[in-house]
């Protein structure tokens, strides 16, 4: 098997997670393709974080099954090279920008005399060409989010995990992400990314999977579950009243 073998589909049979003697996800499965961008939908503390975070390997599954390009057998590094992260608040190193982008390739074992020019390329693809040796941490948040796209982007995924990557930015940050997020989506990357807000997943979802309280309520395309919700809580929630 070739390094870029796919790691698509993702498959999630069964999922449980515990924690603090509490169930907080419940007997979730579903199959994700590859080419969607794919929205994780639901309210505060419905449980899609959790899910993201299992997948990604940050957290181990309490019960259930997660299968990476049909292959219960692939290589969990191989498969973990193919895959990044954003989350909502930038975890950057106390280092520049361009060194946070070059250790991470770095660690994914990029020979150094490749670094420097996938480093260049993924700044200037998120308009950070000018920013490259100011230190990450002084960045605005927008900047700061854009570096963390960067920093997965420069290790060409082909799954890019997103959760709730706007919570904290202003509009036009918002929209510099999305922007982002398209292009990446674009140039071929599967995109699996959390949001609670409504408007932001009609902007971005090809399908959507709807958690609440733990549990996966419905898996459908964007334009079928915006239209016609299947569920009592989709319903709440898509015409915009309060759950929990
Ligand atoms: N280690 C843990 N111990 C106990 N409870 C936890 C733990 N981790 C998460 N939870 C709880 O699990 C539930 C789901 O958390 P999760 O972070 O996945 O929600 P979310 O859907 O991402 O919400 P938000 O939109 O606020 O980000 C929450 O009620 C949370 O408090
Ligand atoms: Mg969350």
């Known amino acids: 098997m070739t390094a870029r073998a796919t790691i698509l589909p993702l498959e999630v049979s069964n999922l ?4 603090g003697g509490e169930r907080l996800l419940h007997d979730v499965s579903f199959r994700l ?35 990476w390009g049909g292959d219960v057998r692939a290589d969990p590094l191989r498969v973990r090279r193919q895959r990044a992260m954003v989350f909502q608040r930038p975890v950057l190193l106390r280092r520049s920008a ?10 994914r074992g990029v020979p150094r005399r490749e670094r420097h020019a996938l480093t260049d390329l993924a700044l200037a693809q998120t308009g950070l060409a ?4 100011r ?33 904290n930015l202003d509009p036009a940050a918002t929209r510099a992400v999305e922007t982002l997020v398209d292009g990446f989506h674009a140039a ?12 932001q997943a009609r902007r971005m ?13 419905e898996h459908a395309p964007a334009d079928r579950f915006f239209a016609a919700p299947a569920m ?5 929630f898509v015409a915009g009243e309060l759950l929990w």
């Open 188 to 199: 071929g990357a599967k995109i699996v990314m959390t949001t609670h807000d409504l408007a």
């Open 232 to 236: 009592p809580e989709s319903r709440a």
């Open 135 to 167: 230190p990450a941490r002084a960045l605005s948040g927008g900047e700061q989010q854009r570096l963390a796209l960067a920093r997965a982007w420069a290790t060409e995924p082909q799954l890019l995990f997103l959760d709730e990557p706007t919570a």
């Open 98 to 107: 361009r060194g946070n982008v070059e250790h991470a390739l770095k660690l």
């Open 33 to 67: 393709a590859a080419g969607t961008r794919t929205v994780v939908l639901g309210p505060n503390g419905a449980g899609k974080s959790l899910i993201l975070r299992l997948c990604h390997g940050l957290l181990t599954p309490t019960m259930g099954e997660i299968r």
């Open 16 to 19: 449980v997670y515990e924690a």
């Open 130 to 133: 000018e920013l490259g040796n």
């Open 205 to 217: 979802a090809d399908e959507i999977l709807f958690i609440h309280r733990g549990r996966l309520l």
